[in-house]
Structures are given as C-alpha cells and as structure tokens.
C-alpha cells in the first residue's frame, strides 16, 4: 500500500497549491472518485509522457506506478466496501 500512500501524498502536495483540503485515511468513496480521476489523468498518452519530454523507459516506469497505485488502491476498496472503476487508461 506503498505506492497508494505515496501518490496520496504527492496529489497532497499539488492540491495545497490551490488551497483545497488533503485526502486522508480512511478513504471514503469520495476520495476514491478524485483520485480515480486523477489516475485517468496521470495515465492520459500526453501526461504519462509529458508531451513527448520524457524517455519511452521513463514512460513506463511511470505507468508502472500507477498501475501499482490502482491495484493497491483497489484492494483498498474491496477490503473497505468502496466502489472502484478501473481507470480507463489501464
């Protein structure tokens, strides 16, 4: 649940740039739905390769992390009653 905590941690970082409250633990499915939606975003072609800055290998050491992030994030759900949706981009 490394990587779930991590990408919580830094999706933190980037909202409190804009003022907006933390995702904690115990996560409700509200917090499910954001950071599903950020997933989807994170995994989109033009993010996960920043637009073409990145190696192919950096690429895909991103990519295995949220596809990490959304395996643990989906335990989560299952062990918690929370409704998961595989992001699209998997």
Same mark, same amino acid.
């Given at each position: 649940?490394?990587?779930l905590?991590?990408?919580?941690?830094?999706?933190?970082?980037w *909202?409190?740039l804009?003022n907006?409250?933390?995702?904690?633990?115990?996560?409700t499915q509200?917090?499910?739905?954001?950071?599903l939606?950020?997933?989807d975003s994170?995994?989109s072609?033009?993010n996960?390769?920043?637009?073409g800055? *990145?190696?192919?290998?950096?690429?895909g050491?991103?990519y295995r992390f &949220?596809a990490?992030?959304?395996r643990?994030?989906?335990?989560y759900c299952?062990k918690n009653?929370?409704? &998961?949706q595989?992001?699209?981009?998997?």
């Amino acid at each position: 649940m490394q990587n779930l905590k991590n990408f919580i941690d830094n999706n933190n970082r980037w *909202i409190a740039l804009f003022n907006k409250q933390g995702i904690t633990f115990p996560l409700t499915q509200s917090n499910v739905d954001d950071l599903l939606n950020t997933l989807d975003s994170n995994l989109s072609p033009e993010n996960l390769h920043c637009d073409g800055e *990145i190696s192919h290998a950096e690429a895909g050491r991103k990519y295995r992390f &949220y596809a990490q992030v959304a395996r643990e994030l989906e335990a989560y759900c299952a062990k918690n009653n929370l409704n &998961y949706q595989e992001p699209m981009e998997l």
